[in-house]
């Protein structure tokens, strides 16, 4: 089966066609944390000029508040860097979850997984960033230079999406083959 080869509806296979939750959030969001993780810490640097620790002072900050984050040094950048694998784990659960539903998310893996990650990434910065210690406005995403915001909508879907949606069609399948 490729990977854009639908499964039919109402079929024994359409209907058992689901991803397993341990392996779709546990490897999805592995997956999805370390290919952000290191967008993140090559692109912000080379783009905006500031260090490795100034990267993951940021999902501190949402915690914590910005000047927290930069006076807790070393210590607050490791907090980020925690805080965004609780993300992505986040974000891989809610790939299962509506995976599960939504058998158009496993028979369509690669449409559904790069919309997925460009939706994530509007969901974090117009609804997660608003609620959290930053306070930033949804209107900020669109001042954002020009690149930061290709980043932001590429690398979500290629590096978020993607992969959760890959990782749940394989657990989906392996658990089909396992059934029989």
């Not at 905006?48 to 915690?63: E, K, L, M, N, R």
């Not at 609780?86 to 974000?91: D, E, L, R």
């Not at 978020?160 to 949606?165: E, H, S, T, Y």
Request: charge should be positive; aromatic fraction near 12%; glycine fraction near 12%.
């Amino acid at each position: 089966m490729t990977t854009e080869e639908p499964v039919p509806n109402g079929t024994e296979i359409g209907n058992s066609f689901k991803p397993r939750a341990l392996q779709t959030i546990g490897l999805g969001g592995l997956a999805v944390g370390i290919g952000d993780f290191l967008d993140g810490s090559i692109f912000f640097p080379l783009y905006y000029g500031i260090t490795f620790q100034q990267v993951w002072w940021g999902p501190a900050s949402g915690i914590i508040g910005r000047d927290a984050a930069k006076a807790g040094g070393w210590n607050t950048a490791i907090f980020g860097i925690f805080m965004h694998f609780i993300v992505a784990f986040c974000v891989a659960a809610v790939y299962y979850l509506l995976s599960r539903n939504i058998p158009f998310m496993i028979r369509r893996l690669v449409t559904s997984g790069l919309i997925f990650g460009v939706v994530a990434n509007y969901v974090m910065q117009c609804i997660v960033l608003p609620l959290s210690a930053r306070a930033t406005s949804p209107a900020a995403v669109l001042s954002e230079p020009v690149g930061s915001m290709l980043n932001s909508i590429i690398g979500h879907a290629l590096l978020v999406g993607l992969p959760v949606a890959l990782i749940a069609a394989w657990s989906a399948k392996k658990g089909r083959q396992t059934a029989d």
